[in-house]
């Protein structure tokens, strides 16, 4: 798992916030699709667009409470990259707000949504609660904060879909999730498709 997650978050890390964020919503959608595809009566009905997808996965129950939340929120933010030409950064304030609000980071760091960087001497420092006494001033670091997300809810999302993501260089990588981060159980199914 830490050497699948560590590709994947350095494919993240290689691109601009807009790259990110737009190709991280196509990883997304063909994860669904191909969940969609592999299930025989979700194939009869396959969705089209990314937002029916995600909700088809948890009207099939392929994805939890959280991951839908989590997984419309990556959406509205790609949307807004793809359609307001300004928007260039994940550390805009109102960016920034969503991307404390994930709840699938939660099942990983307890303080998410807290996590804050501040400027010091010898360079900069995360932090959650108070400012280090050292502190220079705050940091901006929503696009950091949300790559770290992105490593989490993809490797969540492909585990428990039982799929294979594909990075950038052609690498097939399966992930193998911790417990923690791991959805709740599937209502009479065992497995997603």
């Not at 670091?141 to 492909?158: D, N, P, Q, S, V």
């Not at 799929?163 to 009479?188: C, H, K, M």
Request: proline residues 4%.
């Amino acid at each position: 798992m830490d050497q699948a997650r560590a590709l994947l978050a350095r494919d993240l890390n290689d691109k601009s916030d807009r790259a990110c964020v737009i190709g991280v919503c196509a990883s997304i959608d063909r994860l669904l699709s191909d969940a969609c595809e592999r299930n025989s009566a979700a194939s009869k009905r396959n969705p089209r667009s990314l937002a029916a997808r995600i909700a088809f996965a948890h009207q099939q129950s392929w994805i939890d409470e959280d991951m839908l939340a989590d997984l419309n929120a990556i959406r509205e933010i790609r949307n807004r990259f793809a359609h307001e030409s300004e928007m260039n950064s994940l550390n805009e304030v109102d960016v920034e707000s969503v991307v404390n609000s994930l709840r699938i980071p939660r099942r990983l760091y307890y303080d998410w949504g807290e996590i804050r960087a501040a400027e010091v001497s010898r360079g900069a420092v995360l932090y959650s609660g108070s400012p280090p006494e050292e502190a220079l001033g705050d940091l901006r670091i929503g696009g950091l904060l949300f790559r770290m997300a992105l490593t989490a809810i993809l490797a969540l999302l492909a585990s428990e879909l039982h799929l294979t993501l594909e990075l950038d260089d052609g690498t097939a990588t399966s992930f193998e999730v911790i417990d923690q981060l791991r959805l709740s159980d599937w209502p009479d199914k065992g497995h997603p498709p």
